[in-house]
């Protein structure tokens, strides 16, 4: 599992490639979160093209995600998820917490 941020002016994009389980998620957490706290962007995005599986964790994330970048007033968009991960996504809720983007670059 990696993650590759990419800072731009208003927004972070963060994207994720491999396995999101709980051995990986935890360095995830700490890439993304260090991002986040000296940027404060206005949109915080996770990119998930290339994530092949995620687990529980991974929702875990992706809500810590959104804590952190609403605590300030940003906005967290899930990009390019893959249609299993989409519904897990949805059951979990999370669709209302963020915005979901099928084919962002």
Do not use: C, W
């Not at 590759?4 to 051995?23: K, P, T, Y």
């Not at 993304?32 to 706290?37: M, R």
């Amino acid at each position: 599992m990696t993650v590759r941020i990419e800072s731009g002016e208003r927004e972070i994009v963060a994207r994720l490639s491999g396995e999101i389980d709980h051995h990986h998620a935890g360095e995830i957490r700490s890439e993304i979160d260090e991002a986040v706290a000296s940027a404060q962007p206005a949109v915080l995005v996770l990119d998930f093209r290339e994530v092949t599986f995620m687990d529980s964790s991974g929702i875990g994330l992706i809500m810590g995600r959104y804590k952190a970048v609403a605590a300030y007033g940003g906005e967290l968009v899930i990009a390019n998820i893959s249609l299993g991960l989409k519904k897990v996504i949805r059951l979990a809720g999370l669709d209302k917490l963020a915005r979901i983007e099928e084919n962002r670059k």
